[in-house]
């Protein structure tokens, strides 16, 4: 067993000082506009590896290479650069008159003060059904910048309410990693643990609409006409159709770039040689998102390996006595986990022993625990400016020709925030139940 070392967790600290810390001073103190964009996340990080890899000098740095390597290898990180690649080749394929269709075309079917909505209530659905939040906003978020530009809605209004609706179903899936991770590390069926996390969802998702709606229902938006082609919304029809009856993200994505491609040729808007190119630079557009899931796979792979992780771990079990606090103590030990991981399912792998200990000792069920671990996971991922939710909303916008920062979009965030108010309030007023 590794010796708990909270000198371990130093790196960490030093990359919040450096990407949110500077962030906010050349944002709100020196008043730069864009300010945050003068933190590149990348060095950030690299420098919080530099000082990780300054730390421990009892290994040498080929095996702190090691070390890293086997933390890059891991399945889930694998994973996720996939999708960040097969994702941003589909952007590059469907292109922006694409989305435009899509977004004009909806916007002929409902008035356009409840766009922002619609965008919604789609995300929640087809996030529910594929059960990942980074492929919803892959694949939703080009039709929030369309319908932004049209109604004059603020972009990270609609950007953000997209993001906050993909981490429905993220939470909530039967197929979603975080739902499988927190189910089998705390030994519960994964219905029973629906049953409960959905009590927690729905509210937080209604109220959300709510919340939407009395923000743009106000708002003087002139009818919007645009002219929109039929046959280039199919891609998105046909992901969106896939999503929502659950096929792999994979497939999904795969689906809108063979048909995508095969529309933008058939109707001659492109020649192939610039199809490729558009495939190429629109995966080349996912390259910071990328690179950022590696730094931190790394990263992490240190800290754990020194120690750090099995120092916070026993900090928050010591902290939280009681009940309420061992269920406070639960969601607060996984976020940690998230905010050092940048990683809900990794977050949730992590914290599973200890909160399975936690349960014991304080009399929480285990669909109880696994619900907690889920939901607090993903309301932490669903806000932190360096996740991969946020960095993929921030590239695809961008490569729509829209800039946005973690910032603005985190004002606008109502679902992970009014998530976090029901799972408190649930905690309270569930104190004396084994539920």
Do not use: W
């Not at 067993?1 to 949110?20: C, S, T």
């Not at 910048?145 to 972009?155: I, K, L, M």
């Amino acid at each position: 067993m590794r010796k708990e070392n909270p000198i371990a967790l130093l790196p960490i600290g030093i990359f919040l000082v450096l990407y949110l810390g500077l962030g906010l001073l050349f944002e709100y103190v020196m008043q730069i506009p864009m300010g945050f964009y003068n933190v590149p996340i990348i060095i950030a990080f690299l420098v919080a590896i530099l000082v990780a890899c300054l730390q421990n000098p009892k290994l040498s740095f080929d095996q702190k290479l090691e070390i890293m390597g086997r933390g890059v290898g891991d399945k889930n990180i694998i994973t996720m650069l996939l999708i960040f690649l097969v994702a941003g080749a589909f952007v590059g394929v469907v292109g922006r008159s694409s989305a435009q269709s899509v977004a004009y075309f909806m916007l002929s079917l409902i008035p356009p003060k409840f766009s922002v909505a619609v965008l919604f209530v789609v995300a929640c659905f087809v996030s529910l059904a594929m059960g990942t939040s980074v492929g919803t906003i892959t694949l939703i978020t080009p039709i929030a910048v369309e319908v932004a530009q049209a109604t004059g809605f603020d972009p990270a209004l609609c950007v953000g309410t997209v993001v906050g609706g993909s981490m429905f179903g993220d939470n909530l899936s039967f197929i979603s990693d975080t739902t499988i991770a927190a189910c089998n590390g705390q030994g519960c069926a994964m219905k029973d643990k629906f049953r409960g996390n959905f009590l927690i969802a729905l509210p937080a998702a209604l109220a959300t609409m709510v919340l939407v709606i009395l923000m743009t229902i106000g708002e003087d938006v002139p009818a919007v006409i645009g002219k929109y082609n039929l046959l280039q919304i199919l891609p998105y029809v046909l992901v969106l159709v896939g999503g929502i009856i659950g096929i792999n993200v994979f497939v999904v994505l795969m689906i809108g770039i063979v048909s995508g491609a095969a529309i933008m040729l058939a109707t001659g808007q492109v020649a192939f040689t610039d199809l490729l190119a558009n495939m190429g630079s629109g995966s080349a557009g996912m390259f910071e998102t990328a690179m950022v899931a590696v730094l931190v796979a790394a990263l992490c792979a240190l800290i754990r390996h020194y120690g750090g992780f099995d120092a916070l771990l026993h900090i928050i079990h010591k902290l939280f006595k009681g009940r309420i606090g061992g269920q406070l103590g639960i969601g607060l030990l996984v976020g940690a986990m998230d905010i050092a991981t940048a990683n809900n399912t990794v977050a949730i792998v992590i914290a599973n022993p200890i909160a399975k200990e936690m349960s014991k000792e304080y009399g929480i069920s285990p669909k109880r625990s696994a619900c907690l671990l889920d939901t607090f996971s993903c309301i932490f991922q669903g806000v932190i400016p360096y996740g991969a939710q946020m960095l993929v909303a921030i590239s695809t916008a961008a490569e729509l020709g829209v800039a946005l920062s973690a910032f603005n979009i985190m004002q606008y965030l109502f679902y992970p925030y009014l998530l976090l108010i029901v799972s408190l309030i649930s905690i309270l007023v569930l104190r004396h139940k084994n539920r």
